[in-house]
C-alpha cells in the first residue's frame, strides 16, 4: 500500500513564524501535491511538483513556498504565517501520468 | 477552465436506504471525473473514476456513478446505505491531459440508524 505520511497531526503557530509542513512518499512516485482543505471550500491546489528541485504554482500559490530535494519528500514553507493561513493541510502524491492521488492524514495548522 | 458544483453541502439518510450526492460539472476538455471519500480524521480515499470508457463507473464499497455528458453531471449512488458510509464526499474533476484535479466542495453524509 501506499503511504503518504505528514510531519504533524496539529500544529499551533503564531503570526509571523516561519512554519514548515513536511511531507514523505514511499512509492517513488513522481508528482507530489499540496491542498489547503477549508469548510466549502473543498481542497484548494497551492503547489505542485512533477520532479525534484520542480515545482509549479497551483491555484492560491500566495503566501507560500515549496521544496522539493529528494524525491520522496515534499514541504511546504509558510514564509510569515498569518492567521488567515489556519486550515487543514494536505499533502498528496501520484505516479506519472496516472490520475489516482494519494492522500496523506493531513496537518491542522493554527496560527494565532 | 474547469469547475465543479456539488449541489447539497450535507445529506441525510437512514440505513439501509439509498444514497444520492449530486455533482456537475464544467470543462473546456472531456474530463476525467472522480469521487473521493474522506472518513473522520483521515485522508482522502478514491472511490471510483471515469475516464471515457464505460459512462456508469463502480467504485468500492458498493457506490457506482454515471457520467451523463449531456447534462454534465457525475452524481455517486448507493442502494443501500451503511452506517460506515458517514464521511465527506468530494467529486473532483480533471482535465483530459494532466494531474491537475479541481475539487468539488464536498458533500457531508449523516446515516442515521
Known amino acids: 500500500d501506499v503511504k503518504v505520511t505528514q510531519s504533524s497531526r496539529y500544529l499551533v503557530k503564531r503570526t509571523g513564524e516561519k512554519v514548515f509542513l513536511e511531507c514523505v512518499q514511499d512509492m517513488d512516485h513522481e508528482n507530489m501535491f499540496w491542498y489547503r482543505q477549508d469548510p466549502g471550500l473543498g481542497l484548494r491546489l497551492i503547489y505542485f511538483s512533477y520532479d525534484v528541485k520542480m515545482k509549479e504554482k497551483g491555484d492560491i500559490p500566495e503566501g507560500y513556498s515549496v521544496s522539493r530535494e529528494k524525491k520522496e519528500r515534499f514541504s511546504l514553507i509558510l514564509e510569515s504565517a498569518s492567521t488567515n493561513q489556519t486550515s487543514m493541510y494536505l499533502c498528496?502524491?501520484?505516479?506519472?501520468?496516472?490520475?489516482?492521488?494519494?492522500f496523506g492524514p493531513g496537518t491542522r495548522l493554527t496560527v494565532t | 477552465a474547469q469547475s465543479v458544483t456539488q449541489l447539497d453541502s450535507h445529506v441525510s439518510v437512514s440505513e439501509g436506504t439509498p444514497v444520492l450526492l449530486r455533482c456537475n460539472y464544467s470543462?473546456?476538455?472531456?474530463?476525467?471525473l472522480f469521487w473521493y471519500v474522506q472518513h473522520p480524521n483521515k485522508g482522502l480515499q478514491l472511490l471510483l473514476k471515469?475516464?471515457?470508457?464505460?459512462?456508469l463507473v463502480k467504485g468500492i464499497n458498493g457506490f457506482e456513478a454515471e457520467f451523463k455528458k449531456s447534462e454534465t453531471s457525475f452524481h455517486l449512488t448507493k442502494p443501500s446505505a451503511h452506517m460506515s458510509d458517514a464521511a465527506e464526499y468530494f467529486c473532483v474533476v480533471s482535465p483530459a491531459a494532466g494531474n491537475k484535479l479541481t475539487f468539488g466542495g464536498g458533500t457531508r453524509v449523516l446515516v442515521k440508524p
Open positions: 471515469y475516464t471515457s470508457a464505460a459512462t
Open positions: 470543462s473546456s476538455y472531456s474530463p476525467s
Open positions: 498528496a502524491s501520484s505516479f506519472g501520468d496516472l490520475y489516482e492521488q494519494y
